[in-house]
């Protein structure tokens, strides 16, 4: 492939993954305000409290990627700067970390 193929086949694969992330985002947000309003039922509000912080969470994790992408650091490692997989990406657009210093990071 020319170089010229490679960097438009990269450029699509990129904002289609934008895209992606901006669609997580959006329904993460939805989800958000779904879980923040107050049903006045005592016995939701542990569970409730736990959604809350997941989506938050995640969240996070989403602006972080899109983040990434703006800068142009999507896509390597956090801790050792090494390329992120393409099928970890795939699986997990928002990875911060390689599998093995995601190991590290939870050991």
């Known amino acids: 492939m020319t170089t010229e193929l490679h960097d438009q086949a990269e450029q699509h694969r990129l904002t289609m993954l934008r895209q992606t992330l901006t ?9 958000l305000t779904e879980l923040t309003a107050d049903t006045g039922d005592p016995a939701e509000a542990h569970t409730r409290a736990a959604l809350l912080a997941a989506t938050r969470q995640s969240l996070d994790h989403l602006a ?16 050792c700067q090494v390329a992120i997989p393409a099928e970890r990406l795939e699986v997990l657009p928002q990875a911060r970390f390689c599998v093995p210093c995601q190991q590290k990071t939870r050991g």
């Open 23 to 31: 669609d997580q985002f959006a329904v993460q947000t939805a989800r």
């Open 64 to 79: 972080g990627a899109l983040r990434r992408l703006a800068e142009g650091s999507y896509g390597r490692c956090e801790r």
